[in-house]
């Protein structure tokens, strides 16, 4: 047997290989690694070499390497942030605090008595002074904003030892329909990737949270039906954001189902208000009409009326607080399920929709000025021609109710905006 053949005839010393053919065997036995190392060696120069240029998944990923949480005076912050300060509060990680609904909805727990810590990783997506001017906002309520990356999974896992969470408010995303078609990666990086990393946090996490998250009307996609209801088929976005979106419920059904974690996804419709979004059209319309601006009207095939079912920020906090609220706890630990746990998607919208050219006359009336409308055919670049809710089910389960017609929303967003820009002079970016 060639194994016996080679083994040393004394131990301790090596037979001696007396014919050419053995020498050169072992000169080749030697040189192969040293051969294969050179090849593997050149590889990754050649690959290192001709890779592309750094994309924003590249950058983004960089960007996560935060190392100041190692610093004392972040866990004070952390701590003190998370304080429970009511009898049965709870205490919630809301991811996307320095967003528009993030904001809105940190204000409310914190008010209420709850322990809320924020993190938002500030993207350039629209004009991070706002996200800061929020931030600001938040501060002087109590609740403090990690800025991290959801993707960061050493910072989530720190946070998480730092505040046993009860809840965890999602909110992080990439949103925007079009700007997919600009920057799809950034979608992917943050709705699905940093979702999966968050998921994989709870999972491990002991006690495992409830996580509430925001799913987006948009998962409707193509639909006809309306109003749109939780039953309807969500299987033809007309987006990458929605497909996105639509991905993180499948997601969210699997860490359910082997994880027992308890998720509700929240499919949020058209939200505005005071420090909303500028790439939202009620709020570049705004913008645009204030500064003399042609804004487009968009219309769908043979002159159809585009319209959105526009849902006022506070009936949307009220729908985030009774869904956390209603949540059951998870019913896993360390990774291990334990039995089923609650799983649950809502729409949340205000299932009256208005068309889009009386949102513009109403922004007349608020602004006093006249909008000169640019009427456009509907680009298929992802937007649908209209969302309507059925929020029966969010009324039956969470006692959802809105009470904010689109005339009331929109008088409080026009005075936020111009208390907020001033009438011209400091205008949104
Ligand atoms: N506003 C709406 O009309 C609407 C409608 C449907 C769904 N939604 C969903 O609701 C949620 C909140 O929306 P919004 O209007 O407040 O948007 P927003 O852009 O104002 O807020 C999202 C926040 O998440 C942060 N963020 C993004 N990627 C991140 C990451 N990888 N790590 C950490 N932070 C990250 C951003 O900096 C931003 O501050 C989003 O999930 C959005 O998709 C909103």
Not at 288 to 306: C, Q, R, S, Y
Not at 322 to 342: C, F, I, M, N, R
Not at 349 to 362: A, C, H, Q
Not at 365 to 385: E, H, I, S, T, Y
């Amino acid at each position: 047997m060639k194994h016996i053949d080679s083994a040393p005839s004394t131990p301790g010393k090596f037979k001696i290989e007396k014919s050419p053919y053995n020498r050169l065997r072992l000169h080749s036995s030697l040189a192969k690694p040293t051969f294969w190392s050179l090849v593997f060696l050149g590889l990754i120069f050649v690959f290192f070499y001709r890779s592309p240029p750094h994309t924003t998944s590249d950058l983004s990923r960089r960007s996560l390497r935060t190392t100041f949480y190692r610093d004392a005076n972040f866990e004070k912050r952390v701590r003190a942030s998370a304080k429970i300060r009511s009898t049965n509060g709870i205490s919630v990680l809301v991811t996307g605090a320095a967003g528009f609904v993030g904001t809105h909805v940190s204000a409310a727990l914190k008010r209420r008595g709850d322990g809320v810590v924020g993190l938002d990783n500030f993207n350039h997506y629209y004009d991070p002074s706002l996200k800061k001017a929020r931030r600001a906002l938040l501060q002087r309520t109590g609740v403090y904003i990690v800025e991290g990356d959801i993707n960061d999974a050493s910072l989530l896992k720190k946070l998480f030892q730092l505040v046993p969470f009860t809840h965890v408010m999602h909110l992080a995303a990439q949103a925007g329909v079009r700007y997919a078609m600009e920057n799809p990666r950034s979608y992917v990086h943050s709705n699905i990737a940093g979702l999966v990393s968050l998921l994989e946090l709870c999972k491990e996490a002991n006690p495992q949270p409830s996580m509430v998250w925001a799913s987006s009307s948009s998962v409707y996609g193509l639909n006809t039906k309306v109003p749109f209801s939780e039953r309807d088929r969500t299987d033809q976005p007309a987006s990458l954001y929605a497909a996105t979106k639509k991905a993180g419920e499948e997601i969210a059904h699997t860490y359910n189902h082997i994880y027992g974690l308890s998720l509700t996804g929240l499919r949020f419709f058209t939200v505005y208000g005071p420090w909303g979004r500028p790439d939202m059209a009620y709020f570049f319309f705004t913008r645009d009409m204030l500064k003399g601006k042609p804004i487009p009207i968009f219309e769908a095939g043979n002159h159809g009326t585009v319209a959105r079912d526009f849902t006022y920020i506070d009936d949307i906090v009220k729908g985030c607080l009774a869904a956390l609220d209603t949540a059951e706890k998870s019913t896993g630990s360390g990774g291990k399920k334990k039995g089923p746990a609650q799983l649950r998607v809502y729409n949340l919208g205000n299932t009256s929709p208005v068309p889009v050219s009386d949102l513009v006359s109403i922004l007349e009336r608020l602004l006093k000025v006249k909008a000169k409308r640019l009427v456009m055919k509907l680009p298929r670049n992802g937007d649908v021609q209209f969302t309507h809710a059925n929020i029966s089910l969010a009324q039956r389960e969470l006692g959802y109710k809105p009470t904010t017609d689109l005339q009331t929303g929109l008088k409080k967003f026009t005075q936020w905006y111009l208390s907020y820009y001033g009438s011209g002079k400091k205008s949104a970016r």
